[in-house]
């Protein structure tokens, strides 16, 4: 994960936004304006793209998965329980994973929120918990631990 600062024309920032999104796994772009001039800051945090087949698509990881409905009334149900949330590891798989099929909502009506941050960082705090020290798509890493999680319950 890196971040990317650029410095452009404020016509550009649209044009630029897309290439990064393109080009690399990205969170929102910031925009702010630069101190000199009439010139637009852009700053993203980035990884790069998951090589196609390493990772489940987002139908395969979700295909088991409660609906969104059921994941958010258990997400909500353990925030609010008197436990240890904060380092329980299915809390964070399971919020992430609710992020990120919301976020995909989201990136399929061409908006890109704060759904996407969420889950990058659920799957941030996950990849720490497993130790995990490989650059790589967050929540690709998150859709790959849920669709395990999920096929390791139902065997139970």
Known sequence: MFEIRIICDPADVSRISAALNFTFATEAVREYP???GRRTRLYAIADHHAAEGEWPSPTEAYANAPDTENERAWVDENLAAEHAWD???EFWLRQGALWDRIALREEADGHHGDACVLARQAGRRVMDMDG??????TR???RQQYARFLNSSESE
């Not at 995990?132 to 798509?137: A, G, I, K, S």
């Open 34 to 36: 630069a101190r000199v």
């Open 87 to 89: 380092s329980c590891r």
């Open 132 to 137: 995990e020290r490989t650059t790589c798509d």
């Open 140 to 142: 690709a890493y998150l």
